[in-house]
């Protein structure tokens, strides 16, 4: 299958998402694997916010699909706190380039992320918060500019789901070393999720370790099956 060149992050040689259902992608394997409506809407009569962590940014591909999901759920009020990391942040020219293939599913999304993305000072290591109304409530998008296992240390809130996406192990396996995913074990709620792509042993492991229940759950297009994670 041709892959466009913007689509290759050209650090770890790998894309950023398939190019084919990436939103479908996202929204099967990090929302509904994780019973993610149900879990948010009895937040909301909580009165607190739902609290999201996330590897990878990347063009913020499961932002958008997240946005995009909740706006079709007819549910308001909603306040999700999103953390999430990039090691080498895109321009916004390059990430709208790299959305642009979802515009006609997501064109509101896409420009009130980019938007919002452009008031970013890209040069500047640490914490970004990047504020984004929608019709669904309002998404705090907290971004830090650096290294993983840097945000992680520095994330002062136990998170209720985790979205794992930092590339796949053989290209980017710094992002799933056990030291890393000990620490999402230590920053997620008793009963909180995690989910990923990838079905690796070496990352069933190291989550088990960091406290997490894995199963395997219905995957998406090509990829069968998917980890989800609940944290003991």
């Not at 992050?9 to 398939?18: A, I, L, M, P």
């Not at 308001?76 to 599913?105: A, Q």
């Not at 079905?199 to 492991?205: A, F, H, T």
Request: aromatic content about 10%; proline content about 3%.
């Amino acid at each position: 299958m041709f892959i466009p060149d913007y689509l290759v992050n050209e650090h770890f040689g790998d894309r950023y998402f398939d190019v084919v259902n990436a939103i479908d992608e996202a929204q099967q394997i990090h929302f509904k694997n994780n019973n993610l409506l149900a879990r948010i809407k009895s937040v909301i009569e909580s009165n607190t916010p739902f609290i999201i962590g996330e590897t990878g940014f990347g063009a913020g591909r499961i932002v958008v699909s997240l946005m995009e999901y909740l706006n079709k759920s007819n549910l308001e009020n909603i306040t999700i706190e999103y953390n999430t990391v990039e090691l080498f942040p895109l321009s916004s020219e390059r990430m709208l380039n790299i959305l642009s293939g979802f515009r006609n599913r997501a064109e509101k999304e896409i420009d009130n992320l980019i938007k919002a993305y452009r008031a970013v000072d890209i040069d500047i290591n640490g914490w970004h918060q990047i504020k984004i109304e929608q019709p669904f409530g309002c998404l705090y998008l907290n971004l830090w500019i650096g290294e993983a296992l840097e945000m992680l240390n520095s994330l002062d809130k136990l998170c209720d789901a985790w979205f794992l996406d930092g590339h796949c192990p053989r290209k980017n396996p710094s992002m799933w070393r056990p030291e890393l995913l000990m620490e999402i074990g230590r920053k997620t709620k008793k009963g909180g999720t995690c989910s990923s792509y990838t079905v690796s042993g070496v990352v069933k492991r190291a989550l088990s370790d960091a406290g997490f229940d894995i199963v395997k759950l219905p995957g998406f297009g090509g990829k069968k099956e998917v980890l989800q994670g609940v944290k003991r």
